[in-house]
């Protein structure tokens, strides 16, 4: 029996996930990248001595690592170590940077007499947020959608309290 052949555009962390998940399940797999190197957008650019992330500042959802891993059968060989500053804002006319942190309590202190109530503020903001991505995750994040119909279905199965971050979302308000 000849083995089934998948052909991947891009090598960043989407496609080298899904070749993965294919050759675990008997794929041949080609992966087909027009960078000289693999990692879309999670890649650097270096230019006269400086070197620039090419890609995302922060890295979250880490469980999805595990879970891939988990999926091929194989041992997480990725060991991630938590940022504290998660990472700093720099704005123009200011001598020092705002220092971001996970905890509150201390990002509540680098933003005093900016921002009031930031704890409070953040805590209901995260709730929201929280509430939203458990309630969607299966029924949109982890889906394929193959047309507009698809989606508005799969929208409409969100509970309805989520409705207007869901519109907000689609560019509708």
């Known amino acids: 029996m000849q083995k089934k ?3 991947i555009i891009g090598s960043g962390l989407g496609g080298l996930a899904t070749a993965l998940r294919l050759s ?13 190197q693999p990692g879309g957008r999670l890649n650097q650019l270096q230019k006269d001595g400086f070197t ?5 500042s922060f890295f979250s959802m880490s469980y999805e690592f595990t879970e891939l891993f988990d999926y091929c059968g194989i041992k997480n060989p990725l060991q991630l170590n938590e940022l504290n500053p998660l990472y700093a804002v720099y704005f123009e006319g200011k001598e020092k940077p705002f220092l971001i942190y996970k905890n509150l309590e201390l990002l509540q202190k680098e933003f005093a007499g900016i921002e009031d109530k930031l704890i409070e503020k953040t805590e209901k903001y995260l709730s929201a947020a929280g509430n939203l991505f458990h309630d969607s995750i299966d029924k949109v994040v982890r889906r394929n959608f193959n047309s507009s119909l698809i989606i508005f279905f799969s929208l409409a199965t969100v509970p309805l309290k989520h409705s207007p971050k869901c519109s907000a979302a689609c560019g509708r308000s």
């Open 5 to 7: 052949k998948a052909i």
């Open 24 to 36: 675990v399940k008997g794929f041949e797999v080609e992966i087909l990248e027009k960078y000289h």
């Open 52 to 56: 620039f992330d090419v890609g995302p």
